[in-house]
């Protein structure tokens, strides 16, 4: 029994060793690497300055199309995740303030997602490798189940979330693989056009979103000019006078765009525009806020 | 729980501890901590069908008691005859009531004629068709005094319900593991690190080869009617690998976890996909129930005795069966009588027993080419299998053969792998063709440390955690 324990202790040791290693040198990879997410993209800014930052969803991903920003000599960042929540947009929030990132002002989306405050499975997993960080660690420690064994169980989230941050992300940053879009640009197209489609809101607005009460707390001790905006839904959207109680109740500072478009053409899905519907929303935004068209 | 769990990381070494140091003094006790360990690893899935299986147990129990206690030959065939109507009557409920509904509402409606006949919401009970084959291979043995009965009820409980066979297999025989239950187990320092290593080799083939190849097939499957014929071959060929992975991968650990208990368990897998014919492939390919049927189906219905039509008869039967017991739908069955209709000729041309030794390393081009022929015949059959139904089966295929939709380069990307999945295959083909004349990798001593160092951080770096994939025959 003696013989085999030691048998098995050498495995477990040289399972603990691997581990830790892993961990290290995935840890160091994707802190050093070039960016290849929006996640690895906010960790290694430094003290930058925007005209605006974008933050939200896929529906500010594939909505702010930054080119437009960048035509009329204005510095632009599209930080939309697809996927994520408001929880999300606090974080990185957070962090921009952290890394000394400053805006003039901050589009921060706001629509139905107010009826979410949980944290989004899939950009929490692109955060887990900066769970060092004491701004990401403090963001997750109340809020992340399995908070205590991705932060002290070395590899345990690149193994867990093997598929978005594993071997394989983790091969493109070694051999410094482009991301999918340029990250100080940020926005990526839709192309198609929809046909007949349509969106159910939610049809009423919850009393609290502890979130957003957080965020209004950066806004006010650091002094930050925070917008918030809904961008466009179809015509064909079922409850989409949510935004006008939303607005009542606990925004009403609220730039309210989702009836913008009537157009089906300039839309990839009920809840996306494509990149025509894109330019045309962005050039909206810059003439409101900027006075330019 | 599942083995690739941390429930199981955490609930297998205590056992192992509390076995091997508390209870091993005593046989009795040494079984009675099997019965309550095991018990409680089924009760993990669903407490609701302890009741079934104890039941199942106490009543084997009993008849093979009353067996032994009559030489009546009507008393003992009502006997057995109540064995296996009860335990296939539980199996027939669970698992096939809303099949022969539906087929009988179907059937119906051919004629005009359309029935209201409820089906039912039925859970069916993990491991049902795994421990009711297992239990009538007792009674069925003891009915034909190939074995005697035993009237020690916790030896006999622990038989059946012994957790690391329970789920999926493999499907012991009374005859090989009840007396090792008879036995006070002692520790064997070489039996228990072959059942570590094989446990690791076990874990590597579920969560490196089988769950990263259910990425891709799932995908393909769910989108086949888009895809080009070259990325559904592709498909097909994954998903050959993945049911192998996940079946041989939980068969070892199975196989391995028993070891460290101090049990033999019957080999379950012999390297299928080396076979240079169908018979073969038989012969390796789930190896417990395959030999089920051979010994309690196929020999007493005449196996290869008797004239044409009863072998041709006795081919289907069991083919049919087999392709059946894994589930209630027509798309096992095609596959039971596909590889009916691939074995026939070599059982009629009495060449069903050429290749019974492993395959060479001198390998001719005759015998490559009948590997990767078998091989084909495999995979073709794995997509009725694999399909949710015949007629999906039929368009899948028909893809495939349509020479518009061939395309070099593959349509299908996925996040994870594609070229990567492919060269991981292969590698896995290389380890296993290296070391087929053993059980597993690491029985060679040859570079052992490295070998299993290195299969430990391929689990670790290539495992498929995220996605915790229930291993496929627990649906059986």
Redesign the interface.
């Known amino acids: 029994?003696i013989?085999?324990a030691k048998?098995?202790a050498t495995?477990i040791i040289?399972?603990v060793i691997?581990?830790y290693a892993?961990d290290a040198i995935y840890t160091a990879i994707y802190n050093s690497a070039s960016p290849r997410t929006k996640t690895q993209y906010v960790m290694q800014l430094n003290k930058t300055s925007y005209d605006a930052i974008f933050m939200g969803s896929s529906r500010v991903e594939n909505h702010i199309k930054t080119k437009v920003f960048k035509d009329n000599d204005l510095k632009a960042i599209n930080l939309g995740m697809s996927g994520a929540n408001l929880n999300e947009n606090l974080l990185t929030l957070k962090l921009l303030i952290d890394k000394g990132v400053t805006a003039q002002k901050i589009f921060i989306q706001m629509d139905h997602n107010f009826e979410n405050e949980a944290i989004s499975k899939g950009v929490t997993a692109s955060f887990l490798p900066f769970i060092n960080d004491s701004v990401v660690a403090s963001h997750y420690k109340q809020q992340l189940d399995s908070y205590w064994v991705n932060k002290n169980i070395p590899?345990y989230r690149y193994?867990?979330?093997?598929?978005?941050i594993?071997?394989?992300e983790i091969t493109m940053n070694i051999f410094g693989k482009k991301p999918r879009v340029p990250l100080d640009d940020g926005y990526i197209p839709l192309l198609n056009s929809m046909k007949q489609g349509s969106y159910n809101l939610p049809n009423q607005v919850s009393d609290v979103n502890k979130i957003y009460n957080k965020i209004e707390k950066l806004k006010s001790d650091n002094n930050l000019n925070i917008i918030y905006f809904t961008a466009p839904f179809c015509e064909n959207t079922k409850n989409i006078n949510y935004f006008d109680e939303l607005k009542e109740k606990h925004i009403p500072e609220l730039h309210d765009y989702s009836r913008l478009f009537n157009d089906d053409n300039m839309f990839d899905g009920c809840g996306h525009l494509n990149d025509k519907g894109a330019e045309k929303f962005t050039n909206k935004i810059l003439g409101d806020f900027y006075g330019k068209k | 729980m599942l083995f690739n769990s941390i429930d199981f990381a955490v609930f297998l070494p205590i056992v192992f501890l509390l076995y091997?140091f508390v209870v091993q003094k005593s046989l009795k006790y040494q079984n009675l901590f099997l019965v309550v360990v095991s018990y409680l690893f089924y009760g993990w899935w669903d407490y609701r069908f302890l009741a079934l299986i104890l039941f199942s147990s106490a009543l084997d129990y009993v008849i093979g008691l009353k067996l032994s206690k009559t030489d009546s030959r009507s008393k003992r065939r009502l006997l057995l005859t109540t064995s296996i109507l009860v335990n296939i009557g539980f199996l027939g409920f669970f698992k096939y009531y809303n099949f022969f509904v539906d087929n009988f509402v179907e059937a119906f409606s051919l004629f005009g004629k359309s029935l209201e006949v409820n089906t039912l919401k039925i859970i069916l009970p993990v491991g049902i068709s795994f421990y009711t084959f297992q239990t009538l291979s007792y009674t069925i043995d003891v009915y034909r005094k190939k074995l005697k009965p035993t009237n020690d009820w916790i030896s006999f409980f622990a038989f059946v319900c012994f957790f690391p066979q329970l789920v999926a297999g493999p499907i012991e025989r009374a005859t090989n593991l009840l007396p090792q239950f008879y036995k006070k187990r002692v520790?064997n320092?070489d039996m228990?690190?072959d059942g570590?290593r094989l446990i690791i080799w076990g874990l590597f083939k579920k969560m490196v080869i089988a769950d990263s190849c259910a990425v891709y097939v799932n995908s393909i499957w769910d989108n086949y009617e888009t895809l080009d014929s070259l990325t559904l071959v592709l498909g097909a060929v994954y998903f050959a690998f993945q049911i192998y992975g996940d079946f041989s991968g939980y068969s070892d650990i199975a196989i391995g976890t028993s070891k460290l208990l101090g049990f033999n368990l019957m080999r379950n897998f012999n390297y299928p996909y080396f076979s240079r014919d169908i018979a073969e492939f038989w012969r390796r390919w789930h190896i417990s129930l395959s030999t089920w049927f051979r010994d309690y189906v196929y020999i007493p219905l005449g196996g290869s005795r008797g004239n044409k039509y009863q072998q041709v008869r006795n081919v289907f039967v069991i083919f049919l069966v087999s392709g059946f017991w894994h589930g209630a739908n027509w798309t096992f069955i095609a596959w039971g009588f596909l590889n009916a209709l691939y074995f026939l000729p070599l059982l009629l041309t009495n060449r069903n027993r050429k290749n019974l030794s492993t395959v060479t390393n001198n390998l001719s081009v005759r015998d490559l080419l009948s590997m990767l022929a078998t091989f084909s015949l495999t995979v073709f059959a794995w997509v009725f299998f694999r399909s949710d139904t015949i007629q999906d089966a039929f368009q899948f295929i028909k893809r495939v053969f349509d020479f518009e939709n061939f395309k070099l380069i593959s349509s299908l990307s996925i996040?994870?792998?594609s070229m990567?999945l492919l060269l991981l295959v292969i590698f896995f083909i290389v380890i296993e063709w290296r070391h087929r004349d053993y059980e597993h990798p690491f029985q060679e001593n040859k570079y052992l440390n490295i070998k299993?160092?290195t299969i430990?951080?391929l689990t670790?770096?290539?495992?498929?955690?995220?996605?915790h994939l229930e291993f496929i025959y627990f649906q059986f």
């Open positions: 029994m013989g085999f048998r098995i495995l040289v399972l691997m581990a892993l590899f193994a867990v979330n093997d598929a978005k594993g071997l394989r | 091997w520790f320092k228990a690190l570590t996040e994870r792998y990567e299993l160092f430990i951080l670790l770096i290539l495992g498929v955690y995220s996605n």
